[in-house]
């Protein structure tokens, strides 16, 4: 059998962790990333190319002069702007939803009325692009108050307003651009749902499906889930929230309509299927959000987990044969830390010198916002690291994630200091 040479796009965690096992396999002679970080260029078998994820002219040249056998998409940007329908027409094979499929988080509007239509639990919702109306219907909610930007924000187009007049702000800065470029020419306003939250991500081919291990990611800046919203300072897999019979629960409500609603409705889905969930005291689930990638940082220690061979089961995707496959994961649990740029949400300083990483053992870094300066790593983006540790138990995973991160270091380094304590509160009550 030939060797498989791979193109990831991207330049984050999620980027760094799916080459990274891509890479794993026997199979796979060389991946690229497009165009990558520090860490995709210092690992083996892996190799940066200098293009923009948005550049689908030569991201099409490069695959054909460099015999790239299929291509798997990390951000949203190029799915929802229509890469995979671009590559297709090329005759080249490419992993993701269609442009059409990947509306399910390009437009939160046409999510909320997707899952309506098939009658997949979530949040009550009213969307709005005319201030004045949109500003009467916060005045007769009792808050927190969820308002959304309908269309793609990085992970920053959600706010969990806790008063009236902080609703009606997020409004009116929305509303009027002055944040969000576009994103937030139209809004959704949602219901407060209450629950624990869990990340549930599948890989599908448009028929079949398989499950990837549950995980939970940690949207707030600061320790016991404080502070602004982020893309996520950390996450853990797997998810104890979902037990078995929730899992279940999750398939048969969420994930086998989402599934055969976009199949009937002519937008047949292939790629990852990521569904944000809120799964309530009693065990029922609720969508808050669908992505069409992997999440990041929950790539990470889904990744760790994995067993399986990830290039084998995204071939088998692209060819529609995911029904004879099975995916395994390690028994025990992992645990991502992300180490931050001072400032992040906000402002930050990039440039900044990491020292220590060839310090680190017992845990795996992925780099998310590095840059490589001659020998030097240096921070280039919000979250810049994702320390992450394999063990027995979450507990485990904790201690040996967060050992690592105290031998890195790099000018104003933010991190939370508590992730994954929802599943170590559990641990240590069932102990």
Known sequence: MSQLNLLVIGSGG?????????????????????????GTALEEKLENVDISPMDFDALV??????????????????????????????GLR???????????????????????????PTAGFAVFDDIQKATAHVKTLTPPIVIKADGLAAGKGVVLADSTEEAIETLQQMLTGEVLAGAGSSIVIEDFLVGEEASFIVIADGENYLSFATSQDHKAAYDGDEGPNTGGMGAYSPAPVVSDEIHQNILEKVIE??????????????????AGLMIDPAGEPSVIEFNCRFGDP??????????????????????????????????????TVVMASGGYPGAYEKGRKISGLDQVSGAKVFHAGTSLSGNDVLTSGGRVLGVTALGNSVTEAHRLAYEAVSEISFDAAEYRTDIGYRAIARENSES
Not at 304 to 328: C, F, K, P, V, Y
Request: hydrophobic share 45%; charged share 25%; proline share 4%.
């Open 14 to 38: 999620r980027e760094h962790a799916l080459a990274w096992k891509l890479a794993a396999s026997d199979r796979v002679a060389r991946v690229y990333v497009a165009p990558g970080n520090a």
């Open 94 to 120: 490419c992993f993701g939803p269609t442009a059409a499929a990947a509306q399910l988080e390009g437009s939160k509007s046409f999510t909320k009325a997707f899952l309506e239509r098939h009658g997949i």
């Open 298 to 335: 929950e790539t990470q220690p889904v990744m760790s987990r994995l067993e399986s061979d990830l290039a084998t089961l995204i071939e088998a995707a692209l060819d529609g044969r995911l029904s004879e496959m099975d995916i395994q994961f390690d028994a025990g649990s992992a645990l």
């Open 257 to 274: 309509p989402a599934l055969d609603g976009m199949r009937s409705e002519g937008n047949a889905y292939t790629g990852f299927l990521y």
């Open 61 to 90: 040249a490069f695959c054909r002069d460099n015999q790239v056998d299929f291509t798997v998409v990390g951000p949203e940007d190029p799915l929802v702007a229509g890469i995979v329908d671009r590559f297709t027409e090329e």
